[in-house]
């Protein structure tokens, strides 16, 4: 019932494609971050993602009961790692994986002007994480570790504000057209991708970075073996490229701080925000009955199921540490 009532009444390009081709028409929507991708898919398509706790591509219950063969089979050869071999160099003394800047530094605009200085640079942990020691780093080269399990799984998630993650997904969308055979008869296909690094680069480390920079001479070369592996798939003349984006980048606070264009700018951090506002809750309600929690960059409201999960406003106070005592 969900999803003809998504094949109805949404408009996505995907589900006028399958209506208009009488469910001929095969559609796949893929990419490193699930949430760009699934609204894509509609309910007429197919939608893969990259898992960042397994460092594989999955999917959802809505779209397979069980992911197919070929995605299993891919799965179990340990891909990102095999990947990471094959297209970066390894640091001599630590054997990181290293991003380092692609072309000699005099072929860069930013190298001037890029936040050396930005030593706040560090990927948030998500729920569950607790290897929080490693990061990239706020300037070249960057490290991706591994060594230990602890190491590797950072890696999983880290691989995701480098160029390599857009790269990586292209072996995954090679494989997906020639195992699905897409564009191989009369009826048109539709292939979506979402190639997030652009977007994480430039929130983490700013447009006026080198490594911004940096990102867009990979990128190119990324596309360009997107363009090969499709060419190879499927006629030229009989294919199709949409590019698009979806917004700028204003530079970073402690840029504009360097080069003394704002000296009253500053972060906010998610920590001290949470604090304070779930204090708030505790003194407005007397229970916390909701509490604020940030993923992503993104913050909401959670409510609190479990009664064995509510605490009192003295018990609240009790467990914070005392650096973000009011």
């Not at 001599?92 to 005099?106: A, D, F, I, R």
């Not at 560090?122 to 020691?133: A, D, E, F, S, V």
């Not at 190119?220 to 917004?247: C, G, I, M, N, W």
Request: glycine share 8%.
């Amino acid at each position: 019932f969900l999803r003809y009532s998504l094949l109805e009444n949404t408009g996505t390009l995907g589900d006028r494609l399958v209506q208009a081709t009488g469910g001929k028409a095969k559609v796949f929507s893929l990419g490193i971050w699930d949430w760009p991708i699934i609204p894509m898919a509609g309910g007429g398509g197919k939608a893969f993602w990259y898992d960042y706790t397994s460092g594989e591509f999955v999917s959802s219950t809505f779209f397979y009961s069980e992911l197919p063969r070929w995605v299993q089979h891919w799965n179990k050869t340990n891909p990102l790692e095999r990947y990471l071999d094959q297209h970066m160099p390894r640091d001599p003394k630590t054997g990181y994986w290293v991003w380092k800047p692609l072309n000699e530094l005099n072929e860069y605009r930013n190298v001037k002007t890029s936040p050396i200085n930005a030593a706040f640079v560090k990927p948030p942990c998500y729920p569950g994480q607790t290897n929080c020691q490693y990061s990239l780093g706020a300037t070249f080269p960057h490290m991706l570790p591994n060594g230990t399990p602890e190491a590797l799984q950072m890696t999983k998630l880290l691989v995701g504000y480098t160029p390599f993650s857009d790269d990586f997904l292209i072996d995954f969308v090679a494989k997906l057209v020639q195992e699905e055979r897409l564009g191989q008869d009369a009826t048109p296909d539709l292939l979506m991708m979402s190639l997030p690094a652009t977007d994480m680069i430039g929130h983490m480390y700013g447009p006026d970075s080198l490594e911004h920079e940096d990102n867009f001479y990979r990128l190119d070369k990324t596309l360009a073996r997107l363009f090969d592996a499709l060419k190879q798939a499927v006629p030229q003349e009989e294919l199709l490229v949409v590019l698009s984006a979806d917004h700028g980048m204003n530079s970073i606070p402690e840029f504009l701080q360097q080069q003394g264009k704002a000296s009253d700018i500053g972060r906010l951090e998610n920590g001290k925000i949470l604090w304070h506002v779930n204090s708030a809750l505790v003194r407005t309600f007397g229970l916390v009955v909701w509490r604020l929690d940030c993923v992503r960059q993104a913050c909401f409201l959670i409510w609190q199921k479990s009664s064995k999960k509510v605490l009192t406003q003295t018990k609240w106070r009790r467990k914070q540490p005392k650096c973000c005592a009011e």
